[in-house]
């Protein structure tokens, strides 16, 4: 009886994969060309990050903040050339007939400080709104003493608005803001990124952006009851704040629905490089846009978290003056990203339904 012997040849095949192949399998698999420009993406927005925010904040310094001076003819005419010859043009002066003007001019928001001075006497007052900027008025309160002392003479400082009890150094408007921009960008972002949820098609973005609507009425009413009746921060503006945050919310929201639509996952990146790495440096919260840089004073009023900031504040401190703007802008974001992202989907979906074809 002949006796058949059976070699297993192990040299090839799935039996021969060793824990160092398969570890370089995974690797391979994980650390995708694909995922290394994302993480490179990451990295970028990282140092965006830190380069806008030190650049923004790492050296405030005055230029051309508005400033009334109320005087007799003469005395005004100089004092106003004086101010304006500052060296580096911390001020911007400008001749105001009586100090009720020069009030008026301060809670309407056209100048931020004003200078009285007493002819007859060698005490001037400063008028200042800190409501409107903390920062901003000390920076005003320091030059007018500067030039004070010059000329031997004393200065007094009225805060005719300040920030109210519960808003502490008047960032509660900065606050909001910026909480009302991350909840749209990021409901948009999840959204997008959700199981099911990618828009494939028209239908599906109109539904995202009908939920992420009611979800901007929802964020808008929440965070008007936390900074009125919850906290006392921002007392007796519910029904504006709540209108107002709807629409921060959804402008936030529809820029970021149209960003995925047109770039996928890196229109995430894109938004939040929009609304925090330049958006929130240049909000004119921390420091009033005459206090930043000319980069970031620029391109703050024309941003979400910098109109949102300005639209909040002016109309809890300021009777809604100079909220115009603001709203438009930010009225512009909803409206350009409900748009965009319509006809992005649109533009996918015919792209989708032509392929076959072209195939074919």
């Known amino acids: 009886m002949a006796t058949t012997t059976t070699s297993t040849d192990t040299s090839d095949g799935p039996a021969s994969t060793t824990p160092r192949s398969r570890f370089g399998a995974e690797l391979r698999d994980a ?33 051309h903040i508005p400033v009334a001076v109320v005087a007799p003819a003469p005395v005004s005419d100089a004092f106003v050339a004086q101010l304006n010859r500052l060296p580096d043009e911390p001020v911007l002066a400008r001749g105001t007939p009586g100090e009720q003007q020069a009030r ?168 939040v490089t929009l609304f925090v790495v330049l958006g929130n440096p240049s909000a004119g919260g921390a420091y009033p846009y005459s206090l930043l840089p000319p980069f970031w004073s620029s391109i703050g009023p024309w941003l979400p978290p910098g109109a949102a900031t300005t639209a909040v504040r002016n109309t809890v401190y300021f009777a809604g003056h100079a909220v115009a703007h603001s709203v438009w802008v930010l009225a512009g974001y909803a409206v350009v990203g409900t748009v965009a992202a319509l006809v992005a989907s649109r533009g996918k979906a015919l792209v989708s339904s032509a392929a076959p074809q072209s195939q074919a």
């Open 31 to 63: 650390v995708s060309a694909r995922t290394i420009l994302l993480v490179v993406a990451v990295l970028a927005v990282q140092m965006g990050f830190v380069l806008s925010y030190i650049g923004a904040f790492h050296a405030p310094k005055p230029h």
């Open 104 to 271: 008026a001019l301060i809670l309407d928001r056209s100048v931020e400080a004003a200078i009285v001075v007493d002819a007859g006497g060698t005490t001037d007052t400063l008028l200042v709104a800190s409501a409107g900027g903390v920062a901003v008025s000390t920076a005003a309160q320091q030059i007018a003493q500067a030039v004070e002392a010059q000329q031997h003479r004393q200065l007094r400082v009225v805060d005719i608005r300040p920030p109210d009890a519960g808003d502490g150094r008047g960032m509660s408007s900065f606050y909001l803001a910026l909480g009302w921009i991350v909840g749209g960008y990021l409901a948009a972002a999840i959204l997008g990124m959700a199981a099911g949820a990618r828009p494939a098609n028209v239908h599906r973005t109109v539904i995202r952006l009908g939920v992420l609507a009611l979800y901007a009425v929802g964020s808008g009413l929440g965070g008007a009851v936390i900074v009125g009746p919850v906290m006392n921060a921002l007392p007796g503006h519910f029904g504006a704040l709540w209108l107002l945050g709807s629409l921060v919310v959804f402008a936030a929201a529809a820029t970021t629905v149209a960003l995925q639509n047109l770039m996928g996952i890196i229109g995430v990146g894109v938004a």
